[in-house]
Every structure is written in structure tokens, then in C-alpha cells.
Antibody
């Protein structure tokens, strides 16, 4: 079964750090770029970051650049999103999503995880 | 960044009715557009990619059209399971962007 499963969310104080994980199964993980998309409570979808299939290319939304770091371990079929200097506006459900086409960095997202909630609050 | 503008933000429709949602890009994205359906508490689900290609397993009552800067999603005969929020997404660049969403409600 092709799936992505996020973990690592929780309630965190402003200024602290958090690492989210997204574990893949059911497909050849090392062939696909992975994106993170977040959704603040009651709001729309906001793209956060992408990492290429081999980890050599990464791009970030301006709103998170310098605070978020995206990495992957293809031996563990897992990507990681390190979030530093958390702000209230980072409060959201964070989804990881797979691109539809192997090797492509920019593509439609055909597989999504169930999401993990990050709440930034003192 | 390319801005995506959806209209309407909300629409009310009856079961069996025809629904059309429009998405406009701030610059040409050729055909690099996807549509997603999202239900409360759930992850988005891919419906349409490359503006008009139907994702596997998606009912044929869903269709997409358009190119350049103007795109539409049509649901030909609305079913109870279709009441949800719909998002367009451009993936012409390495920083994809989403429309603000269209909530389809029961009339």
C-alpha cells in the first residue's frame, strides 16, 4: 500500500524547535521528490518546501526560508523537516506529499500523508 | 510567486446539479495545473492534473479544462460525496502555489 505517514507534531513554545518526519512505504522512495504543505486552522493550503529525489535540490517558501531545513534519508525511506525559531504563525497541520512523476521536482501531488499538527503556543 | 485566484469562494448547489469552479493564474502556467478535493479533517485528494487529465480512480463526472492563465473544474452531476472544498494548484515553478479554495455546500 502506497502511503506517507507524518509524525513529530505537538505543542511547542515560541522560539523552540521541532523536527517532523514523513515515512514512506509501498513505492520506490528514492525515485520521488517530496513536498511539505501546511494548513493553518480554518485556512487554505500553503506550500512550504520541496526536496528532490536524491536530496541534492531543495526549495523553500519565503515565509520559512532560513528557519526550516528539509532533508531525506533514502536508506530509511524518510524525509525530515527541521523547524527552528517557531512562531505562532507556524501553527498548522503539516502534510508531506509525493510528486506524481518519478524524478520530477515540480509536479502534481498524488500521495499525501494524514498530516501532523504543530501548535506554537506559550 | 505566481498567484492563483479561485472563484467563487463558496457555492451552494443541489445534488444532481452542475458545478463550475474557476481558477486564474497571475501569469501563464501553460497546462501545469492540478485540482484537489479536501474534506474536513482529511488530506487533499488529487482529482485532475495537467489541467485536464483525470487521476486514476476519480469519477468521470469531474473534468478540467483551460490553459495559460484560466482554468475550470466542472462537476457534471453533483453527488452527496462531492460536498467539500476544492483547491487549484499551479506547478509551473519549483514553488507551487494554491488557490484560496472553493467550498461547495448543499443547497
Amino acid at each position: 500500500q502506497v502511503q506517507l505517514v507524518e509524525s513529530g507534531g505537538g505543542v511547542v513554545q515560541p522560539g523552540r524547535s521541532l523536527r517532523l518526519s514523513c515515512a514512506a512505504s509501498g513505492f520506490t522512495f528514492s525515485n520521488y521528490a517530496i513536498h511539505w504543505v501546511r494548513q493553518a486552522p480554518g485556512k487554505g493550503l500553503e506550500w512550504v518546501a520541496v526536496i528532490s529525489y536524491d536530496g541534492s535540490s531543495k526549495y523553500y517558501a519565503e515565509s520559512v526560508k532560513g528557519r526550516f531545513t528539509f532533508s531525506r534519508d533514502n536508506s530509511k525511506n524518510t524525509v525530515y523537516l527541521q523547524i527552528n525559531s517557531l512562531r505562532a504563525e507556524d501553527t498548522a497541520v503539516y502534510y508531506c506529499a509525493r510528486v506524481q512523476t518519478r524524478w520530477e521536482l515540480s509536479d502534481a501531488f498524488d500521495i499525501w500523508g494524514q498530516g501532523t499538527m504543530v501548535t506554537v503556543s506559550s | 510567486d505566481i498567484q492563483m485566484t479561485q472563484s467563487p469562494s463558496t457555492l451552494s448547489a443541489s445534488v444532481g446539479g452542475r458545478v463550475t469552479i474557476t481558477c486564474r493564474a497571475s501569469q501563464s502556467i501553460t497546462g501545469w495545473l492540478a485540482w484537489y478535493q479536501q474534506k474536513p479533517g482529511k488530506a487533499p485528494k488529487l482529482l485532475i492534473y495537467k489541467a485536464s487529465s483525470l487521476e486514476s480512480g476519480v469519477p468521470s463526472r469531474f473534468s478540467g479544462s483551460g490553459s495559460g492563465t484560466e482554468f475550470t473544474l466542472t462537476i457534471s452531476s453533483l453527488q452527496p460525496d462531492d460536498f467539500a472544498t476544492y483547491y487549484c494548484q499551479q506547478y509551473n515553478t519549483y514553488s507551487p502555489t494554491f488557490g484560496q479554495g472553493t467550498k461547495v455546500e448543499i443547497k
